[in-house]
């Protein structure tokens, strides 16, 4: 074969190898088949698949040409591209809120109310307690108070006064002595020469009189001064009837 009959088969050649390459990228599976020309005229087709991903950095050569060795030509389909997988970005762990710590109010201390006391008189009804400090009955009724508190509160000394006299529960001071009970008929709750220590929202104590029970008359006025357990006071006063 001359030089012009061997380039125009080389550019021929060619331009089916571009042909393929345009087709195979528009996703058209290309069989191509070439004759060759050779001096004794023997035809041979060749069947040529074309495999882009055979050919590395985007082109083709003729070692992608793939004869059958017949003259009839044999389909051969290039292969899917496997698709490259799709990477996906980290999924990032929140972050944990953390819980605040609730800020403890102090509770206010509720200031007590000022405790109120009332005081009836109940006439001479017992003979509990004696012209002296020792608490023994002297054979004569005693005057009897009772006392209704607002709210419970510890007692710890008592002193009932009158016109010129002076009752208590305090041990050794010269006074005489005042009994006190939770209730009009119940017993003494003084100690032995007198003090007193309970907790109660009512109480009577007991008053002796003198041999002409002259000190509960109509009309003295009579005043108790009740002391608590805190150091506060009470002082209540009843006008005899």
């Given at each position: 074969?001359?030089?012009?009959?061997?380039?125009?088969?080389?550019?021929?050649?060619?331009?089916?190898?571009?042909?393929?390459?345009?087709?195979?990228?528009?996703?058209?599976?290309?069989?191509?088949?070439?004759?060759?020309?050779?001096?004794?005229?023997?035809?041979?087709?060749?069947?040529?698949?074309?495999?882009?991903?055979?050919?590395?950095?985007?082109?083709?050569?003729?070692?992608?040409?793939v004869g059958t060795g017949s003259a009839?030509?044999?389909?051969?389909?290039?292969?899917?591209?496997?698709?490259?997988?799709?990477?996906?970005?980290?999924?990032?762990?929140?972050?944990?809120?953390?819980?605040?710590?609730?800020?403890?109010?102090?509770?206010?201390?509720?200031?007590?109310?000022?405790?109120?006391?009332?005081?009836?008189?109940?006439?001479?009804?017992?003979?509990?307690?004696?012209?002296?400090?020792?608490?023994?009955?002297?054979?004569?009724?005693?005057?009897?108070?009772?006392?209704?508190?607002?709210?419970?509160?510890?007692?710890?000394?008592?002193?009932?006064?009158?016109?010129?006299?002076?009752?208590?529960?305090?041990?050794?001071?010269?006074?005489?002595?005042?009994?006190?009970?939770?209730?009009?008929?119940?017993?003494?709750?003084?100690?032995?020469?007198?003090?007193?220590?309970?907790?109660?929202?009512?109480?009577?104590?007991?008053?002796?009189?003198?041999?002409?029970?002259?000190?509960?008359?109509?009309?003295?006025?009579?005043?108790?001064?009740?002391?608590?357990?805190?150091?506060?006071?009470?002082?209540?006063?009843?006008?005899?009837?």
């Amino acid at each position: 074969m001359n030089a012009p009959k061997l380039k125009a088969l080389f550019i021929s050649r060619r331009l089916f190898v571009y042909a393929g390459l345009v087709l195979t990228l528009l996703g058209i599976p290309l069989m191509v088949v070439v004759s060759r020309e050779n001096q004794d005229r023997r035809s041979r087709a060749d069947t040529l698949a074309v495999d882009p991903g055979a050919y590395g950095y985007g082109g083709y050569s003729e070692g992608a040409l793939v004869g059958t060795g017949s003259a009839t030509p044999t389909l051969v389909s290039s292969p899917s591209a496997t698709p490259l997988p799709t990477l996906s970005a980290p999924t990032a762990t929140p972050t944990a809120t953390p819980t605040p710590t609730p800020t403890l109010i102090p509770t206010a201390t509720p200031t007590p109310l000022p405790v109120t006391v009332t005081l009836t008189y109940n006439g001479k009804p017992r003979d509990l307690v004696g012209p002296s400090e020792v608490l023994n009955p002297d054979g004569k009724l005693d005057g009897s108070f009772t006392a209704t508190l607002s709210y419970a509160k510890t007692i710890t000394r008592l002193d009932l006064t009158g016109p010129g006299t002076h009752w208590n529960t305090n041990a050794s001071d010269g006074y005489w002595g005042l009994g006190a009970a939770l209730t009009p008929t119940g017993a003494l709750v003084n100690a032995g020469n007198g003090p007193v220590n309970f907790t109660s929202n009512a109480f009577t104590v007991f008053a002796s009189d003198t041999s002409s029970n002259s000190l509960f008359k109509s009309g003295n006025i009579m005043t108790l001064l009740v002391t608590y357990s805190d150091g506060k006071t009470s002082t209540v006063s009843v006008t005899l009837p």
